[in-house]
């Protein structure tokens, strides 16, 4: 049987495989390729349908519950269909974040646009792309699955007020701390 792509049948599927409020097995659900839906995730964060934004956050959280990424692809996945969308950049945006304990010690959890929390540390990475002609930071950390979130702005800037120095494969870096793991942000020599 062939499935033609609809976002309500999606969100129809979504909603039951999350009546009990756990996130659904996406990473087990196989089925085949429907085709590619016309929904795109901006890289600010904003899902789009049919070029309109979903305003809805409800709705647009329950998409995000659903979603799956296979190599550099993202896709819808319910247990009897898998549909292509487009993400620009991420699929999520870390909003803010809260400091607990500092130093080495310290952890920080980051609330993303969709409502996911996620404490990082070894298994919840933080990682930072620099531009390679203006230099400018691009900082993520994983969410879940192979899924990550672009941590915007005002939250970075926050999170360079408490970063610090350490050794990171035999070099200085300038860094973060966050559940016993440090992430490197920029070595140290090229700090003015």
């Known amino acids: 049987m062939i499935v ?3 976002a309500d049948r999606l969100a129809e599927t979504a909603r039951a495989a999350a009546a009990g409020g756990r996130l659904p097995p996406v990473d087990s659900w196989n089925p ?3 085709g590619d839906l016309d929904m795109r995730i901006a890289r600010d964060g904003t899902w789009f349908y049919l070029g ?3 305003g809805r956050a409800p709705l647009v959280r329950l998409f995000s519950t659903i979603l799956k990424r296979e190599g550099a692809r993202y896709f ?3 247990p009897v269909e898998k549909v292509g969308i487009t993400v620009e950049d991420v699929p999520f945006v870390a909003v803010d974040f809260e400091r ?3 130093g080495a010690d310290q952890i920080l959890t980051f609330t993303t646009n969709v409502g996911d929390r996620v404490a990082a540390g070894p298994d919840h990475p933080i990682r930072v792309e620099r531009d390679p002609e203006t230099g400018e930071p691009a900082p993520y950390v994983l969410v879940r699955r192979n899924l990550e979130a672009r ?3 005002k939250s970075f800037y926050r999170l ?3 970063g610090t120095r350490a050794t990171h494969d035999g070099a200085e870096w300038f860094g973060l701390w966050s559940g016993g793991a440090f992430f490197p942000v920029i070595p140290s020599a090229e700090l003015p």
Do not use: H
């Open 52 to 54: 309109t934004p979903i």
């Open 76 to 78: 819808l996945v319910t």
């Open 4 to 6: 033609k792509p609809d």
């Open 160 to 162: 360079v007020e408490i």
């Open 32 to 34: 085949p390729f429907c």
């Open 151 to 153: 941590i915007d702005r």
């Open 100 to 102: 607990a304990g500092t």
